[in-house]
């Protein structure tokens, strides 16, 4: 949309720099047919500001200002066509996304996913998204403290590696989940990848059933990512054939799963098309 990401805070800026273009992008969104609208606050963590020798308080109303305009929107929405819709307060991990073995240790972890995660339910969100979770430890301490912040729903989302059966640290998918549903998880997600790996993911969750009630979902990437040694991505596009579209009748039908939509190179157009399948 022509808003130039920043390299350390990506996206975070936005919500002060170009305040109508994050809205009419949420808009956007919402007309498509999304329900659940993810608010601006990826990158909007005191943690990272503070690592970098910027204010955390800056970070603080980031965060409530990505949360109000996102909650403006969905409500004026509501007021126009009688159909609601939900904010979710977006919580990265701590370092980078690619690189777990960066994820710092419990304590540290607890305190600053603590306090990002206060400011997001103080600020009104509907669900406390964690995302593209990939350490067992990280995804825990995210869903214990959203808990106890009094979190309504809390949403744990995935990033597996290429067997489907592994976080990028090489913990075991289903142990994670099973962790993290005992921390306060009400649904389990994977993000972040292409949909065949999605497809392996959700598979592999289905030994949960029996044990536990939990919403299962995926939110997939439009193009197929592949790390090298550093972490670094490189992207391949998957073309149509590549959509999520192709994939949710069969994830709904086969592995019960109630929550879709997109992540990195996805559109409204996306969203569109899967709103009409279903």
Known sequence: RGFKLDPIFWSALAAKQAPELLATIHLDYLTAGARLITANTFRTHPYLFRKHGVDPTIARDLTFLSVDICRQVCDLFWKENQ????????????????????APGERILAREHGEHIKTLVGSGCDVILAETMGTVREAVAVTHTAQVAGAAQIFTSFIIDASGKRLLSGEDLVQAAESVLDAGAHAILINCVEPTLAGLGLAELQSLRAKYRFRLGAYTNASKMTLDVKGAPTWQSLGPSGSVVNFAGEWIERFGVSILGGCCGTTPKDIEALVELL
């Open 83 to 102: 159909e609601r819709a939900w904010v979710a307060g977006s919580v990265a991990p701590l370092e980078d996304c690619y690189r777990p073995d960066l």
